[in-house]
């Protein structure tokens, strides 16, 4: 097997980890904080994509492009919010009705075609994968880092607000946070905006890197979203305590998915159990908490 092979896939495992990490702290917002579980990501994320792509081959600036993908991202945070806060639907069934609702929403943003092409060399894109070995400030996992960075500040900074507090409120105990004065329907429509809207924002990133927008592009995301939370919390969850320490968690355990999974694919694994693979360490980790509580009453019973 050729060990220079697998490092030189390094590079490429760590900026798709950091991009998907940003859409996992999407995910960790409405998994943790809200408590919430929602399943819209696998359409949010892909229509953060699609309007990046549209955007951008129509000439207009990455950056704006970006921008008006999480924003849309936001709309669809709002729908799902709407269903289950409204209508009474449980939000595990809101988000999936929100999610094929995008599938058709999609198709419509790229003109009835289930993929978009970016021209890398001759739209300035915000990040691409060609320099991604170079020791340079072009390459983009410098940019990523920096972008993973400033949203990680921006979260602290909203989650040490007042309103902020109460939304952590809101996903800890609604009944509680209602006795304080809290409107917590209003505090979860908010939450899986700005969820979306992150995640909306990753899919705009993914775009911009891998070079096209694909309605399936986000297939499975909320299995990688939970991957690299669940990940991040096992491997680094007594090392980072704060807020913000849980969010660096996240995106170092997006990045540790993304190198087993190329040390998996150096191994020589049929790229068609890539999904089963997923699933299973998802389980191994979500069972590691579990095993180790199980564990620990043995030792003190000996």
């Known amino acids: 097997m050729d060990l220079v092979k697998l490092f030189n896939a390094f590079p490429g495992a760590v900026s798709q980890g950091l991009v998907w990490g940003i859409m996992a702290?999407?995910?960790y917002l409405t998994y943790r904080i809200l408590d919430v579980s929602d399943?819209?990501?696998?359409g949010s994320m892909a229509t953060g994509g699609a309007v990046a792509a549209m955007m951008i081959t129509g000439g207009a600036d990455p950056w704006l492009a970006v921008l008006c993908a999480f924003l849309v991202g936001t709309l669809a945070g709002l729908v799902t919010g709407l269903f289950h806060t409204t209508?009474?639907?449980?939000?595990?069934?809101?988000?999936?009705?929100?999610?094929?609702?995008?599938?058709?929403?999609?198709?419509?943003?790229?003109?009835?075609?289930?993929?978009?092409?970016?021209?890398?060399?001759?739209?300035s894109v915000l990040v691409t994968s060609r320099n991604?070995?170079?020791?340079?400030a072009d390459n983009p996992i410098v940019l990523l880092i920096v972008i993973t960075a400033v949203l990680i500040v921006l979260l602290h900074l909203f989650f040490s607000t007042e309103y902020g507090c109460s939304l952590r409120a809101t996903g800890a105990n609604q009944n509680m946070a209602r006795a304080q004065g809290i409107n917590t329907k209003f505090g979860t429509v908010v939450g899986l905006m700005l969820a979306n809207g992150i995640v909306a924002f990753?899919?705009?990133?993914?775009?911009?890197?891998?070079g096209f927008a694909d309605v399936q592009m986000a297939r499975g995301a909320i299995v990688?979203?939970?991957?690299?939370?669940?990940?991040?919390?096992?491997?680094?969850?007594?090392i980072f305590h704060s807020f913000w320490?849980?969010?660096?968690?996240?995106?170092l355990g997006a990045i540790i998915y993304y190198l087993v999974m190329q040390i998996v694919l150096w191994l020589g694994l049929n790229t068609n159990d890539l999904k089963?693979?997923?699933?299973?360490v998802v389980a191994v980790f979500l069972a590691v908490p579990y095993w180790k509580s199980q564990i620990k009453p043995k030792k003190r019973g000996a």
């Open 276 to 280: 089963m693979l997923t699933a299973l």
């Open 245 to 251: 320490g849980r969010l660096i968690c996240v995106s």
């Open 25 to 27: 702290i999407g995910v």
């Open 224 to 238: 990688i979203g939970l991957a690299a939370v669940i990940i991040g919390e096992v491997v680094f969850g007594k």
């Open 87 to 123: 209508m009474g639907i449980p939000a595990i069934l809101s988000g999936i009705l929100t999610q094929l609702a995008l599938y058709s929403v999609n198709l419509r943003i790229m003109g009835g075609k289930a993929n978009t092409a970016v021209n890398v060399s001759k739209y």
């Open 202 to 210: 990753s899919g705009a990133m993914l775009t911009q890197y891998q």
């Open 39 to 42: 399943l819209t990501v696998d």
């Open 132 to 136: 991604v070995r170079l020791l340079s």
